[in-house]
């Protein structure tokens, strides 16, 4: 049952360290192919993107339209794992692990669906259904790391209305609510000396925040905003289930229920927006998410087992896009951008298999065509991360007092890669 206790800690850590705002913890920012496209520098400052509605809502008061837009964005991430001396200590006596290398990284399509409308110059309101976290990480089930973690999701829903009051000629406020659904899910490998077992747990929650934010317009046509988003209590409910034992064992297979709350923290993001001639813009952004407010998570488990409690070592992290805009004529409009992510994570000793993350680097690229007479709309974008080399050492208990498994080694060359297309228009 200890083992059992220790996934159900692994999970939530696993959710703890991906929920981020545009930041790291394998986080990509942008909620738009507009925004992958200059690497979220500048907001939606442009007037072009209704990433506002999510992002910081006084930016809405740039669109004089009511609006809408689709997009989806397919993001295919690698990580691959090199054993570099992993092994497994039996009663004092270290062997090396069974088991190969593997690469954890998949495929994922991310969509996202924003609305902004209203008539009156002075008010504005939007609607914005994201997708703003996500993980994905499979490995082969017989790899070496595979009592760490076999696969890892974490899937979000984010559903955020708001509203945009403009006060006067250059200064814009807005505010908006936040309902966030959370699904999560975890497989590892169970040691048993021979054969493995399999534990999964599955859990998911609705959570609820808001956001602020203000624009200032300059008479020279130069735009800087400041938002503001909440911390977001998550109290998630979840499943463990236990299959695959065999003989004397097998009586430990069945599901137990879990429990544990999590804070997300808080995001504050500072957007400038400077056009440099009638068709070129420069944009760039500064984001913050206070990482260093977690100290631990503690997981309940039902039939009155202990608590389990995990220490985080987690710092605040901040995130720098810049970006350009040129607007080549009536019909074509190029983007590119650059951005640096920090990891919350410092150390093997903190790095998880579940999230290898590290700092990262993006060079973005994008374009948008205007059709003629038409109100429509059409976006692409490319984006190639490249996320730092990951050193992982880390050590966990299988049979406690007797058996532990240290997974040792190195992700080298991981990086993400971005596709995405956008159709936008006013109605």
């Known amino acids: 049952m200890e083992s059992n206790c220790r996934l159900i800690v692994l999970v939530f850590v696993m959710c703890f360290a991906c929920f981020e705002v545009s930041a790291a913890g394998f986080q990509l920012a942008g909620h738009s192919v507009v925004q992958v496209g200059r690497a979220s520098a500048g907001g939606s400052l442009a007037g072009d993107d209704l990433s506002a509605a999510f ?11 009511n609006r809408f837009q689709l997009s989806v964005n397919r993001n295919r991430v690698s990580f691959p794992f090199t054993n570099a001396g992993s092994t497994q200590n039996l009663l004092g006596t270290d062997i090396p692990s069974t088991g190969g290398d593997s690469d954890g990284g998949t495929i994922a399509n991310i969509p996202s669906v924003l609305f902004v409308f209203g008539q ?21 089930p017989a790899w070496v790391g595979r ?20 006060i006067n ?11 966030q659904y959370i699904e999560t899910e975890l ?19 609705w959570g609820y925040g808001f956001n602020t934010g203000l624009m200032y317009v300059f008479d020279g046509g130069a735009k800087v905003s400041f938002s503001y988003r909440s911390s977001i209590e998550h109290a998630l409910d979840g499943t463990l289930k236990t299959s695959r034992l065999t003989g004397a ?6 599901t137990v229920g879990a429990k544990t709350n999590i804070n997300l923290p808080e995001t504050i993001s500072i957007n400038t927006s400077v056009p440099l001639s009638s068709d070129l813009t420069l944009l760039a952004t500064a984001s913050q998410t206070r990482w260093s407010r977690f100290k631990e998570i503690r997981i309940t488990l039902d039939g009155n087992l202990p608590d389990n409690v995990i220490t985080a070592h987690w710092r605040d992290t901040w995130r720098y896009s810049l970006g350009s805009q040129l607007k080549l004529n009536q019909r074509w409009i190029l983007r590119a951008g650059l951005l640096w ?29 205007i059709p003629a007479s038409s109100s429509w709309r059409f976006d692409i974008a490319y984006a190639h991360i490249s996320i730092d080399d990951v050193a992982m050492d880390r050590t966990i208990e299988l049979v406690p007092g007797m058996v532990s498994d240290r997974l040792a080694g190195e992700y080298n060359d991981s990086q993400v890669d971005i596709i995405t297309a956008q159709a936008s228009s006013r109605f």
């Open 341 to 369: 992510d920090q990891s919350p994570l410092s150390g093997s000793s903190n790095a998880l298999p579940h999230i290898p993350d590290s700092d990262r680097f993006g060079v973005h690229v994008g374009g948008s065509y």
């Open 249 to 254: 064992l097998s009586v430990n297979n069945g």
């Open 187 to 205: 497989s590892e490998a169970i040691y048993t000396g021979g054969e493995d077992g399999l534990a999964e747990i599955k859990g998911d929650n």
């Open 120 to 140: 009156d110059k002075a008010l504005k309101y939007g609607l914005a259904v994201t997708a703003p976290f996500g993980l994905r990480t499979e490995y082969d």
């Open 169 to 179: 000629g250059n200064l814009s406020i807005g505010a908006g609510l936040s309902a």
């Open 55 to 65: 992002d910081n809502p006084a930016e809405m008061m740039l669109f004089e339209n």
């Open 147 to 166: 009592y760490h973690v076999i696969e890892a999701g974490l899937t979000v829903i984010d559903i955020n209305p708001s509203i945009a009051y403009r």
